[in-house]
Protein backbone atom coordinates (compact mmCIF):
# COMPACT_ATOMS: atom_id res chain seq x y z
CA UNK A 1 0.00 0.00 0.00
CA UNK A 2 1.33 3.41 -1.02
CA UNK A 3 1.62 6.18 2.17
CA UNK A 4 -1.23 7.59 2.93
CA UNK A 5 -2.66 9.44 5.43
CA UNK A 6 -5.25 6.81 7.13
CA UNK A 7 -8.74 8.82 7.61
CA UNK A 8 -11.01 7.73 10.40
CA UNK A 9 -15.24 7.67 9.90
CA UNK A 10 -17.50 7.47 12.53
CA UNK A 11 -20.57 5.10 11.36
CA UNK A 12 -23.87 3.61 12.62
CA UNK A 13 -23.72 -0.04 13.50
CA UNK A 14 -25.52 -1.63 10.64
CA UNK A 15 -25.10 -5.22 8.90
CA UNK A 16 -22.10 -5.42 6.30
CA UNK A 17 -23.83 -5.39 3.04
CA UNK A 18 -25.55 -7.78 1.27
CA UNK A 19 -25.50 -6.15 -2.52
CA UNK A 20 -23.28 -3.65 -4.10
CA UNK A 21 -24.70 -1.15 -6.90
CA UNK A 22 -22.94 2.16 -8.37
CA UNK A 23 -23.93 5.57 -9.88
CA UNK A 24 -21.81 8.74 -10.67
CA UNK A 25 -24.03 10.31 -8.47
CA UNK A 26 -26.72 9.71 -6.13
CA UNK A 27 -29.02 12.50 -4.94
CA UNK A 28 -30.43 11.48 -1.27
CA UNK A 29 -34.09 12.93 -1.36
CA UNK A 30 -37.08 13.33 -3.95
CA UNK A 31 -38.52 16.67 -3.41
CA UNK A 32 -37.65 19.72 -5.36
CA UNK A 33 -34.33 20.21 -4.55
CA UNK A 34 -33.28 16.56 -5.33
CA UNK A 35 -35.42 15.76 -8.71
CA UNK A 36 -34.11 19.21 -9.67
CA UNK A 37 -30.80 18.17 -9.54
CA UNK A 38 -31.28 14.78 -11.35
CA UNK A 39 -33.15 15.98 -13.38
CA UNK A 40 -30.35 18.56 -14.31
CA UNK A 41 -27.43 16.40 -13.76
CA UNK A 42 -28.82 13.22 -15.68
CA UNK A 43 -27.26 14.65 -19.03
CA UNK A 44 -23.98 15.69 -18.11
CA UNK A 45 -23.28 12.12 -16.31
CA UNK A 46 -23.48 7.95 -17.03
CA UNK A 47 -25.73 6.96 -14.09
CA UNK A 48 -27.68 9.35 -11.82
CA UNK A 49 -29.75 7.77 -8.78
CA UNK A 50 -32.30 8.62 -6.49
CA UNK A 51 -32.51 7.45 -2.64
CA UNK A 52 -36.05 8.72 -1.22
CA UNK A 53 -37.25 6.80 2.49
CA UNK A 54 -40.64 6.64 1.13
CA UNK A 55 -41.99 7.15 -2.05
CA UNK A 56 -41.24 9.57 -4.44
CA UNK A 57 -44.20 11.84 -3.70
CA UNK A 58 -43.47 12.36 -0.36
CA UNK A 59 -41.66 14.42 1.73
CA UNK A 60 -41.93 18.38 2.76
CA UNK A 61 -41.81 19.58 -1.11
CA UNK A 62 -45.72 18.23 -0.87
CA UNK A 63 -46.81 19.76 1.85
CA UNK A 64 -45.89 22.91 0.78
CA UNK A 65 -49.60 25.55 0.49
CA UNK A 66 -47.96 28.52 0.14
CA UNK A 67 -45.78 28.50 -2.93
CA UNK A 68 -42.65 29.94 -4.25
CA UNK A 69 -41.40 33.57 -4.33
CA UNK A 70 -39.90 35.08 -6.73
CA UNK A 71 -39.22 38.73 -8.71
CA UNK A 72 -41.82 38.02 -11.23
CA UNK A 73 -44.56 40.76 -10.93
CA UNK A 74 -44.86 43.86 -12.67
CA UNK A 75 -42.73 46.06 -10.71
CA UNK A 76 -40.90 43.83 -8.67
CA UNK A 77 -37.35 43.42 -8.69
CA UNK A 78 -34.29 41.25 -7.59
CA UNK A 79 -32.90 44.21 -5.35
CA UNK A 80 -36.51 44.37 -2.75
CA UNK A 81 -36.91 40.68 -2.76
CA UNK A 82 -33.18 40.76 -1.76
CA UNK A 83 -34.49 43.20 0.83
CA UNK A 84 -37.08 41.53 2.08
CA UNK A 85 -34.90 38.19 2.56
CA UNK A 86 -32.42 39.89 4.49
CA UNK A 87 -34.51 41.94 6.81
CA UNK A 88 -36.04 38.20 7.96
CA UNK A 89 -32.66 36.82 8.09
CA UNK A 90 -31.92 39.12 11.02
CA UNK A 91 -28.56 40.50 10.22
CA UNK A 92 -27.24 36.59 9.64
CA UNK A 93 -27.92 36.10 6.35
CA UNK A 94 -24.97 35.44 4.08
CA UNK A 95 -25.30 38.65 1.37
CA UNK A 96 -23.96 36.88 -2.10
CA UNK A 97 -25.75 33.74 -1.17
CA UNK A 98 -28.86 35.88 -0.85
CA UNK A 99 -28.07 37.77 -4.62
CA UNK A 100 -27.59 34.21 -6.00
CA UNK A 101 -31.12 33.13 -4.57
CA UNK A 102 -33.08 36.84 -5.90
CA UNK A 103 -30.89 37.04 -9.03
CA UNK A 104 -31.41 34.03 -11.02
CA UNK A 105 -34.94 32.84 -8.94
CA UNK A 106 -37.34 34.30 -11.60
CA UNK A 107 -35.58 32.05 -14.55
CA UNK A 108 -35.34 28.54 -12.18
CA UNK A 109 -38.98 28.96 -11.75
CA UNK A 110 -39.61 29.59 -15.72
CA UNK A 111 -37.91 26.23 -15.77
CA UNK A 112 -40.08 24.83 -13.60
CA UNK A 113 -42.87 25.88 -15.76
CA UNK A 114 -41.26 24.47 -18.56
CA UNK A 115 -41.14 20.74 -16.92
CA UNK A 116 -44.66 21.26 -16.32
CA UNK A 117 -45.75 22.81 -13.32
CA UNK A 118 -49.19 24.49 -13.56
CA UNK A 119 -49.10 27.74 -11.51
CA UNK A 120 -52.40 29.40 -11.05
CA UNK A 121 -52.88 32.44 -13.45
CA UNK A 122 -55.42 35.46 -13.30
CA UNK A 123 -58.24 35.81 -16.30
CA UNK A 124 -55.37 37.38 -18.51
CA UNK A 125 -53.07 34.18 -18.25
CA UNK A 126 -50.71 35.67 -16.52
CA UNK A 127 -49.35 34.30 -13.16
CA UNK A 128 -51.07 34.79 -10.04
CA UNK A 129 -49.14 36.36 -7.92
CA UNK A 130 -50.54 36.72 -3.75
CA UNK A 131 -47.97 37.96 -0.80
CA UNK A 132 -46.88 36.43 2.53
CA UNK A 133 -45.58 37.53 5.99
CA UNK A 134 -42.66 39.72 5.15
CA UNK A 135 -42.31 40.31 1.44
CA UNK A 136 -43.65 44.14 0.26
CA UNK A 137 -44.35 42.65 -3.21
CA UNK A 138 -46.91 40.44 -4.43
CA UNK A 139 -44.36 37.46 -5.85
CA UNK A 140 -46.11 34.12 -4.36
CA UNK A 141 -46.54 31.87 -7.11
CA UNK A 142 -49.01 29.20 -6.18
CA UNK A 143 -51.00 26.48 -7.64
CA UNK A 144 -54.69 24.97 -6.86
CA UNK A 145 -54.96 27.57 -4.51
CA UNK A 146 -52.76 26.12 -1.42
CA UNK A 147 -51.69 22.91 -2.91
CA UNK A 148 -48.40 24.36 -4.77
CA UNK A 149 -46.15 21.64 -3.71
CA UNK A 150 -48.33 18.78 -4.68
CA UNK A 151 -48.21 20.10 -7.86
CA UNK A 152 -44.55 20.97 -8.35
CA UNK A 153 -43.72 17.42 -7.28
CA UNK A 154 -46.12 15.89 -9.69
CA UNK A 155 -44.09 17.77 -12.32
CA UNK A 156 -41.19 16.90 -11.29
CA UNK A 157 -41.57 13.28 -11.05
CA UNK A 158 -43.30 13.29 -14.52
CA UNK A 159 -40.33 14.99 -15.87
CA UNK A 160 -38.18 12.27 -14.45
CA UNK A 161 -40.22 9.71 -15.80
CA UNK A 162 -39.88 11.08 -19.42
CA UNK A 163 -37.09 10.67 -21.89
CA UNK A 164 -35.03 13.87 -21.26
CA UNK A 165 -36.05 15.42 -25.06
CA UNK A 166 -39.63 14.20 -24.38
CA UNK A 167 -42.13 16.92 -24.34
CA UNK A 168 -44.19 17.52 -21.08
CA UNK A 169 -47.29 15.20 -20.84
CA UNK A 170 -44.94 12.34 -22.79
CA UNK A 171 -43.77 9.28 -20.98
CA UNK A 172 -40.24 7.36 -22.10
CA UNK A 173 -41.17 3.83 -23.37
CA UNK A 174 -38.19 2.23 -21.82
CA UNK A 175 -36.47 2.58 -18.45
CA UNK A 176 -35.72 6.03 -16.97
CA UNK A 177 -32.32 7.00 -17.20
CA UNK A 178 -32.19 7.50 -13.23
CA UNK A 179 -31.71 5.21 -11.03
CA UNK A 180 -34.49 5.09 -8.22
CA UNK A 181 -34.76 3.93 -4.80
CA UNK A 182 -37.80 3.86 -2.47
CA UNK A 183 -38.41 2.83 0.63
CA UNK A 184 -34.86 3.27 1.42
CA UNK A 185 -33.04 4.76 4.27
CA UNK A 186 -29.42 5.73 3.89
CA UNK A 187 -27.31 4.89 6.62
CA UNK A 188 -24.22 6.30 6.23
CA UNK A 189 -21.82 7.61 3.53
CA UNK A 190 -18.84 5.73 3.15
CA UNK A 191 -15.27 7.85 2.58
CA UNK A 192 -12.16 7.15 0.90
CA UNK A 193 -8.63 7.59 2.35
CA UNK A 194 -8.43 11.01 1.33
CA UNK A 195 -11.81 11.75 3.41
CA UNK A 196 -13.54 12.22 0.25
CA UNK A 197 -16.52 10.43 -0.73
CA UNK A 198 -16.86 6.96 -2.13
CA UNK A 199 -20.53 5.60 -1.65
CA UNK A 200 -23.29 5.30 0.70
CA UNK A 201 -24.51 2.32 3.02
CA UNK A 202 -28.20 2.22 2.73
CA UNK A 203 -31.23 -0.23 3.66
CA UNK A 204 -34.33 -0.94 1.29
CA UNK A 205 -36.83 -2.79 3.05
CA UNK A 206 -37.48 -5.66 1.45
CA UNK A 207 -34.27 -6.18 -0.41
CA UNK A 208 -31.28 -7.83 -0.85
CA UNK A 209 -29.72 -10.02 2.05
CA UNK A 210 -28.25 -8.65 5.15
CA UNK A 211 -31.38 -7.15 6.50
CA UNK A 212 -31.49 -5.02 3.54
CA UNK A 213 -28.78 -3.11 3.87
CA UNK A 214 -26.16 -2.51 0.36
CA UNK A 215 -23.77 -0.33 -0.92
CA UNK A 216 -23.91 1.88 -3.63
CA UNK A 217 -20.26 2.88 -4.79
CA UNK A 218 -20.59 6.71 -6.33
CA UNK A 219 -18.02 9.54 -7.36
CA UNK A 220 -20.82 12.58 -5.59
CA UNK A 221 -23.54 12.94 -3.49
CA UNK A 222 -26.31 15.17 -3.12
CA UNK A 223 -28.10 15.74 -0.16
CA UNK A 224 -31.24 17.06 -0.66
CA UNK A 225 -33.16 14.69 2.40
CA UNK A 226 -34.81 17.53 4.18
CA UNK A 227 -34.69 18.82 7.62
CA UNK A 228 -35.23 18.11 11.31
CA UNK A 229 -38.77 18.47 12.24
CA UNK A 230 -38.79 15.37 14.14
CA UNK A 231 -36.21 17.18 16.74
CA UNK A 232 -40.02 18.36 18.61
CA UNK A 233 -43.09 16.70 19.47
CA UNK A 234 -44.75 18.99 17.42
CA UNK A 235 -44.10 19.91 13.59
CA UNK A 236 -45.24 20.54 10.16
CA UNK A 237 -42.77 18.09 8.85
CA UNK A 238 -43.86 14.68 7.65
CA UNK A 239 -42.47 11.27 9.59
CA UNK A 240 -39.70 11.33 7.15
CA UNK A 241 -37.75 14.16 8.23
CA UNK A 242 -35.56 12.57 10.80
CA UNK A 243 -32.31 14.87 10.71
CA UNK A 244 -30.64 11.53 8.76
CA UNK A 245 -28.88 13.92 6.10
CA UNK A 246 -27.28 16.28 8.47
CA UNK A 247 -26.03 13.60 10.61
CA UNK A 248 -24.31 11.31 7.93
CA UNK A 249 -22.93 14.71 6.52
CA UNK A 250 -21.59 15.45 10.28
CA UNK A 251 -20.52 11.59 10.43
CA UNK A 252 -18.41 11.87 7.54
CA UNK A 253 -16.85 15.51 8.99
CA UNK A 254 -18.85 17.97 7.18
CA UNK A 255 -19.44 20.96 8.68
CA UNK A 256 -23.27 22.16 10.20
CA UNK A 257 -23.77 25.69 10.56
CA UNK A 258 -26.65 27.84 11.95
CA UNK A 259 -28.66 24.69 13.89
CA UNK A 260 -30.01 26.82 16.43
CA UNK A 261 -32.27 28.94 14.24
CA UNK A 262 -35.37 26.57 13.93
CA UNK A 263 -38.31 28.52 12.63
CA UNK A 264 -41.70 27.75 14.64
CA UNK A 265 -44.41 28.54 11.68
CA UNK A 266 -46.58 31.04 14.32
CA UNK A 267 -50.15 29.58 12.46
CA UNK A 268 -50.06 25.62 12.65
CA UNK A 269 -53.28 23.80 14.26
CA UNK A 270 -53.60 23.54 17.71
CA UNK A 271 -55.11 20.17 18.24
CA UNK A 272 -54.78 19.75 21.75
CA UNK A 273 -51.27 18.81 24.43
CA UNK A 274 -51.56 15.74 23.65
CA UNK A 275 -51.09 16.16 20.11
CA UNK A 276 -47.75 14.51 18.51
CA UNK A 277 -46.10 14.32 15.15
CA UNK A 278 -46.89 16.28 12.14
CA UNK A 279 -49.79 19.04 12.72
CA UNK A 280 -52.27 20.76 10.20
CA UNK A 281 -50.08 23.68 8.67
CA UNK A 282 -52.69 27.04 8.35
CA UNK A 283 -50.66 28.57 5.29
CA UNK A 284 -48.96 32.03 5.52
CA UNK A 285 -51.13 32.49 2.59
CA UNK A 286 -53.78 32.74 4.29
CA UNK A 287 -52.89 35.87 6.15
CA UNK A 288 -51.79 37.00 2.98
CA UNK A 289 -55.33 37.14 1.62
CA UNK A 290 -56.39 39.09 5.16
CA UNK A 291 -57.31 36.72 8.02
CA UNK A 292 -56.12 38.08 11.13
CA UNK A 293 -54.52 36.98 14.92
CA UNK A 294 -57.18 36.84 17.76
CA UNK A 295 -56.61 36.48 21.16
CA UNK A 296 -59.36 34.93 23.57
CA UNK A 297 -60.82 38.48 24.39
CA UNK A 298 -60.89 38.53 20.64
CA UNK A 299 -58.83 41.56 20.62
CA UNK A 300 -55.98 41.65 17.28
CA UNK A 301 -53.03 40.25 18.49
CA UNK A 302 -50.26 42.02 15.73
CA UNK A 303 -51.49 45.74 16.41
CA UNK A 304 -49.02 48.08 17.45
CA UNK A 305 -46.24 45.26 17.36
CA UNK A 306 -45.35 45.34 14.00
CA UNK A 307 -45.56 47.84 11.13
CA UNK A 308 -46.61 44.44 8.92
CA UNK A 309 -48.74 43.37 11.28
CA UNK A 310 -50.22 40.05 10.52
CA UNK A 311 -47.75 40.01 7.76
CA UNK A 312 -44.92 40.34 9.84
CA UNK A 313 -41.67 38.18 9.64
CA UNK A 314 -42.48 34.78 11.02
CA UNK A 315 -40.35 34.92 14.37
CA UNK A 316 -41.79 38.04 14.90
CA UNK A 317 -45.90 36.49 14.66
CA UNK A 318 -44.26 33.17 16.51
CA UNK A 319 -43.21 35.29 20.05
CA UNK A 320 -46.16 38.44 19.63
CA UNK A 321 -48.72 34.37 19.93
CA UNK A 322 -45.67 32.58 22.79
CA UNK A 323 -45.91 35.92 24.75
CA UNK A 324 -49.44 36.18 24.80
CA UNK A 325 -50.01 32.33 25.56
CA UNK A 326 -47.35 33.26 28.79
CA UNK A 327 -49.50 36.27 29.96
CA UNK A 328 -52.78 34.62 29.86
CA UNK A 329 -52.09 31.18 30.64
CA UNK A 330 -53.94 30.05 27.36
CA UNK A 331 -52.55 26.83 25.61
CA UNK A 332 -53.31 28.90 22.03
CA UNK A 333 -54.32 31.76 20.05
CA UNK A 334 -56.71 32.12 17.01
CA UNK A 335 -56.75 33.31 13.47
CA UNK A 336 -59.61 34.78 12.62
CA UNK A 337 -60.63 33.97 8.91
CA UNK A 338 -64.50 33.91 8.67
CA UNK A 339 -64.51 37.16 6.69
CA UNK A 340 -63.02 35.56 3.57
CA UNK A 341 -66.57 33.58 3.12
CA UNK A 342 -66.84 30.33 2.28
CA UNK A 343 -66.63 30.34 -1.51
CA UNK A 344 -63.37 31.97 -1.09
CA UNK A 345 -61.97 29.65 1.08
CA UNK A 346 -63.46 26.42 -1.46
CA UNK A 347 -61.83 28.14 -3.98
CA UNK A 348 -58.16 30.17 -2.95
CA UNK A 349 -57.74 26.92 0.19
CA UNK A 350 -59.72 23.98 -0.72
CA UNK A 351 -57.40 21.68 0.83
CA UNK A 352 -56.53 23.47 4.34
CA UNK A 353 -60.62 23.67 4.55
CA UNK A 354 -61.31 20.24 4.27
CA UNK A 355 -57.63 19.70 6.99
CA UNK A 356 -59.92 22.25 9.23
CA UNK A 357 -62.99 20.37 8.72
CA UNK A 358 -61.53 17.12 9.45
CA UNK A 359 -60.71 18.45 12.93
CA UNK A 360 -64.01 19.75 13.43
CA UNK A 361 -63.16 23.36 12.30
CA UNK A 362 -65.48 25.18 9.80
CA UNK A 363 -63.14 28.29 9.37
CA UNK A 364 -65.86 30.16 7.45
CA UNK A 365 -67.77 29.78 10.37
CA UNK A 366 -65.29 29.25 13.46
CA UNK A 367 -62.08 30.89 14.59
CA UNK A 368 -59.32 28.45 13.62
CA UNK A 369 -57.22 27.54 16.93
CA UNK A 370 -53.30 28.17 16.65
CA UNK A 371 -49.68 27.49 18.38
CA UNK A 372 -46.24 27.98 16.78
CA UNK A 373 -44.81 24.46 15.71
CA UNK A 374 -42.02 23.65 14.27
CA UNK A 375 -41.69 24.09 10.69
CA UNK A 376 -38.43 24.74 9.10
CA UNK A 377 -34.47 24.29 9.85
CA UNK A 378 -32.77 27.60 8.83
CA UNK A 379 -29.36 25.60 9.20
CA UNK A 380 -27.90 22.42 8.38
CA UNK A 381 -24.74 20.91 5.89
CA UNK A 382 -22.21 24.45 5.43
CA UNK A 383 -21.93 25.37 1.64
CA UNK A 384 -20.72 27.33 -0.67
CA UNK A 385 -22.22 29.64 -3.16
CA UNK A 386 -22.69 25.79 -5.31
CA UNK A 387 -23.56 23.40 -2.90
CA UNK A 388 -20.16 22.08 -2.29
CA UNK A 389 -19.33 20.82 1.31
CA UNK A 390 -16.39 20.45 3.30
CA UNK A 391 -16.32 16.79 2.27
CA UNK A 392 -15.15 16.35 -1.00
CA UNK A 393 -17.43 14.99 -3.63
CA UNK A 394 -20.33 16.02 -1.16
CA UNK A 395 -23.09 18.64 -2.01
CA UNK A 396 -26.11 19.63 -0.01
CA UNK A 397 -28.89 21.87 -1.05
CA UNK A 398 -32.59 22.62 0.11
CA UNK A 399 -33.58 22.03 3.68
CA UNK A 400 -30.76 20.00 4.63
CA UNK A 401 -27.69 22.57 3.61
CA UNK A 402 -27.00 26.26 4.87
CA UNK A 403 -26.50 28.40 1.73
CA UNK A 404 -26.73 31.24 4.23
CA UNK A 405 -29.62 32.85 2.65
CA UNK A 406 -32.11 32.16 5.39
CA UNK A 407 -29.86 33.68 8.35
CA UNK A 408 -32.03 33.49 10.81
CA UNK A 409 -35.14 33.49 10.10
CA UNK A 410 -36.13 32.05 6.58
CA UNK A 411 -38.65 34.80 4.66
CA UNK A 412 -42.03 32.38 3.83
CA UNK A 413 -41.90 30.61 0.53
CA UNK A 414 -37.75 31.42 -0.18
CA UNK A 415 -37.16 27.58 0.83
CA UNK A 416 -38.72 26.47 -2.40
CA UNK A 417 -36.75 28.85 -4.21
CA UNK A 418 -33.39 27.83 -2.45
CA UNK A 419 -33.64 24.29 -3.52
CA UNK A 420 -34.17 25.18 -7.36
CA UNK A 421 -31.76 27.47 -7.61
CA UNK A 422 -29.00 26.18 -5.36
CA UNK A 423 -29.62 22.52 -6.85
CA UNK A 424 -29.26 24.08 -10.32
CA UNK A 425 -25.77 25.33 -9.15
CA UNK A 426 -24.72 22.27 -8.57
CA UNK A 427 -25.51 20.35 -11.63
CA UNK A 428 -23.30 23.27 -13.08
CA UNK A 429 -20.16 22.46 -11.57
CA UNK A 430 -20.22 18.50 -10.27
CA UNK A 431 -19.92 17.15 -13.51
CA UNK A 432 -16.61 18.47 -13.84
CA UNK A 433 -15.95 17.61 -10.39
CA UNK A 434 -16.31 14.06 -10.22
CA UNK A 435 -13.66 12.29 -8.27
CA UNK A 436 -12.38 8.44 -9.22
CA UNK A 437 -14.84 5.63 -7.98
CA UNK A 438 -13.00 4.04 -5.79
CA UNK A 439 -12.20 0.79 -5.43
CA UNK A 440 -13.24 -1.15 -1.67
CA UNK A 441 -10.18 -3.10 -1.51
CA UNK A 442 -7.75 -0.28 -1.22
CA UNK A 443 -10.04 2.04 1.08
CA UNK A 444 -7.90 3.08 4.27
CA UNK A 445 -10.39 4.50 5.68
CA UNK A 446 -10.80 2.96 9.37
CA UNK A 447 -14.60 3.04 10.09
CA UNK A 448 -15.68 3.65 13.74
CA UNK A 449 -19.13 2.09 14.85
CA UNK A 450 -21.04 4.61 16.66
CA UNK A 451 -23.16 2.66 19.54
CA UNK A 452 -26.98 3.54 18.93
CA UNK A 453 -30.00 4.60 20.80
CA UNK A 454 -33.22 2.58 21.17
CA UNK A 455 -35.72 3.70 19.07
CA UNK A 456 -38.10 4.19 21.93
CA UNK A 457 -35.94 6.86 22.76
CA UNK A 458 -37.48 9.44 20.73
CA UNK A 459 -40.32 10.26 22.60
CA UNK A 460 -38.13 11.81 25.45
CA UNK A 461 -35.82 13.23 22.96
CA UNK A 462 -38.63 15.20 21.20
CA UNK A 463 -40.04 15.93 24.87
CA UNK A 464 -36.47 17.25 26.06
CA UNK A 465 -36.43 19.64 22.68
CA UNK A 466 -39.58 21.11 22.89
CA UNK A 467 -39.89 22.09 26.55
CA UNK A 468 -36.13 23.20 26.85
CA UNK A 469 -35.09 23.89 23.52
CA UNK A 470 -38.43 25.41 21.74
CA UNK A 471 -39.35 28.41 20.64
CA UNK A 472 -38.62 30.04 24.16
CA UNK A 473 -35.34 29.23 25.41
CA UNK A 474 -32.90 30.14 28.67
CA UNK A 475 -29.69 29.00 29.81
CA UNK A 476 -30.93 26.69 32.58
CA UNK A 477 -33.38 24.45 30.15
CA UNK A 478 -31.03 24.63 27.32
CA UNK A 479 -28.05 23.49 29.88
CA UNK A 480 -30.95 20.79 31.51
CA UNK A 481 -31.41 19.44 27.63
CA UNK A 482 -28.13 18.94 26.66
CA UNK A 483 -27.57 16.58 29.83
CA UNK A 484 -30.60 14.87 29.04
CA UNK A 485 -29.76 14.36 25.31
CA UNK A 486 -26.12 12.93 26.79
CA UNK A 487 -27.72 10.70 29.09
CA UNK A 488 -30.29 9.44 26.47
CA UNK A 489 -26.92 8.60 24.44
CA UNK A 490 -25.53 6.28 27.44
CA UNK A 491 -28.69 4.06 27.00
CA UNK A 492 -27.55 1.36 24.03
CA UNK A 493 -30.29 -0.18 22.00
CA UNK A 494 -30.44 -3.72 21.89
CA UNK A 495 -31.24 -4.12 18.27
CA UNK A 496 -29.95 -2.45 14.77
CA UNK A 497 -33.05 -1.50 12.98
CA UNK A 498 -34.18 1.95 11.38
CA UNK A 499 -35.90 3.22 14.40
CA UNK A 500 -32.46 3.21 16.10
CA UNK A 501 -30.85 4.65 13.40
CA UNK A 502 -33.66 7.56 13.05
CA UNK A 503 -33.47 8.16 16.76
CA UNK A 504 -29.49 7.89 16.65
CA UNK A 505 -29.64 10.25 14.20
CA UNK A 506 -32.07 12.95 15.73
CA UNK A 507 -29.96 12.38 19.19
CA UNK A 508 -26.67 13.65 17.50
CA UNK A 509 -28.53 16.71 15.54
CA UNK A 510 -30.43 17.34 19.02
CA UNK A 511 -27.27 17.41 21.02
CA UNK A 512 -25.46 19.57 18.08
CA UNK A 513 -28.74 22.11 18.03
CA UNK A 514 -28.61 22.52 21.90
CA UNK A 515 -25.01 23.24 22.23
CA UNK A 516 -25.61 25.96 19.54
CA UNK A 517 -28.09 27.41 21.14
CA UNK A 518 -26.46 27.87 24.92
CA UNK A 519 -23.93 29.39 23.12
CA UNK A 520 -25.68 31.75 21.15
CA UNK A 521 -26.64 34.32 24.46
CA UNK A 522 -28.86 36.58 22.30
CA UNK A 523 -31.90 36.96 20.83
CA UNK A 524 -31.78 36.82 16.92
CA UNK A 525 -34.58 35.78 14.29
CA UNK A 526 -36.02 32.50 15.31
CA UNK A 527 -33.54 32.27 18.31
CA UNK A 528 -35.35 33.28 21.28
CA UNK A 529 -33.36 33.54 24.46
CA UNK A 530 -35.54 35.03 27.59
CA UNK A 531 -32.35 35.57 29.59
CA UNK A 532 -30.58 37.51 26.19
CA UNK A 533 -33.41 39.16 25.26
CA UNK A 534 -31.85 41.94 22.90
CA UNK A 535 -29.61 41.00 19.58
CA UNK A 536 -26.25 41.56 19.76
CA UNK A 537 -24.03 42.25 16.51
CA UNK A 538 -20.94 43.18 18.75
CA UNK A 539 -21.07 39.57 20.31
CA UNK A 540 -22.70 37.57 17.94
CA UNK A 541 -22.57 38.71 14.34
CA UNK A 542 -21.62 35.27 12.93
CA UNK A 543 -22.13 31.35 12.86
CA UNK A 544 -21.83 28.44 15.33
CA UNK A 545 -20.31 25.63 13.21
CA UNK A 546 -20.32 22.23 14.46
CA UNK A 547 -18.46 19.27 13.95
CA UNK A 548 -17.75 15.87 15.44
CA UNK A 549 -14.37 15.53 16.90
CA UNK A 550 -14.28 11.84 18.60
CA UNK A 551 -17.48 11.36 19.18
CA UNK A 552 -18.48 14.10 20.52
CA UNK A 553 -20.88 17.63 18.78
CA UNK A 554 -18.19 20.59 19.47
CA UNK A 555 -19.76 23.94 18.33
CA UNK A 556 -17.12 27.06 17.16
CA UNK A 557 -17.90 30.41 16.99
CA UNK A 558 -17.11 32.03 13.05
CA UNK A 559 -17.42 35.55 13.04
CA UNK A 560 -18.87 37.82 10.28
CA UNK A 561 -20.09 41.32 9.74
CA UNK A 562 -24.12 41.14 10.57
CA UNK A 563 -26.05 41.62 7.26
CA UNK A 564 -27.84 44.76 7.23
CA UNK A 565 -29.83 45.84 4.39
CA UNK A 566 -29.37 49.24 4.55
CA UNK A 567 -26.10 49.00 3.79
CA UNK A 568 -25.97 46.55 1.44
CA UNK A 569 -23.66 47.25 -1.90
CA UNK A 570 -26.29 47.38 -4.86
CA UNK A 571 -26.62 43.66 -6.25
CA UNK A 572 -23.96 42.23 -8.80
CA UNK A 573 -26.20 39.80 -10.97
CA UNK A 574 -22.90 38.41 -12.99
CA UNK A 575 -22.61 34.92 -12.11
CA UNK A 576 -19.15 34.12 -11.51
CA UNK A 577 -17.34 31.90 -14.22
CA UNK A 578 -15.36 29.91 -11.95
CA UNK A 579 -16.71 28.11 -8.87
CA UNK A 580 -15.31 29.40 -5.53
CA UNK A 581 -13.62 27.59 -2.84
CA UNK A 582 -15.18 24.75 -1.00
CA UNK A 583 -16.82 25.39 1.95
CA UNK A 584 -14.29 24.68 5.26
CA UNK A 585 -11.75 24.52 3.01
Known sequence: MSERQRTTVELLSARDPGWTEWADVIVVGSGIAGLTAALRLRDQVERVAVVTKDVLQAGSTQWAQ???????????????HEVDTLVAGAGACDLEAVRVLVGEGAEAVRELI??????????????????????HRDRIAHADGDATGAEIQRALIEAVRR?????????R?????????????????????????????????GEGDADGVGMVRTRAVVLASGGLGQVFSQTTNPAVATADGMAIA????????????????PTVMY?????????????????????????????????????????????????????RMLETGHPNMWLDARHLGRAFWEKRFPNILASCKQHGVDP???????????????????????????????????????????????????????????????????????????????????????????????KQLQETMTTKVGVLRNATGVAEAVDELEKLGRTPATTIDPEAWEATNLLTVSLALARSALLREETRGSH????????????????????????????????????DPSRAEPANRTTPSTPSTPAGA
Not at 386 to 404: D, F
Open 66 to 80: GGIAAALGEGDTPEQ
Open 163 to 171: APDAPAGEE
Open 364 to 458: AVDLIPVAPACHYASGGVRTDLWGRSSVPGLYATGEVACSGVHGANRLASNSLLEGLVFSRRIAEVLPGELRQLEDPETDTTTHVDRVLVPGTAL
Open 271 to 323: LGEDSRGQQPLISEAVRGEGAFLVDWDGARLMEGVHEMRDLAPRDIVSKAIMK
Open 173 to 205: SDASPIMVFEHAMVVDLLTADDGGVAGLTIHVM
Open 528 to 563: WREDFGQRDDAGFAGHFDVRLLDGETIATFTPAPAT
Open 114 to 135: EWGADFDKDPDGNLSLTREGGH
Open 250 to 265: LRAGATLRDLEFVQFH
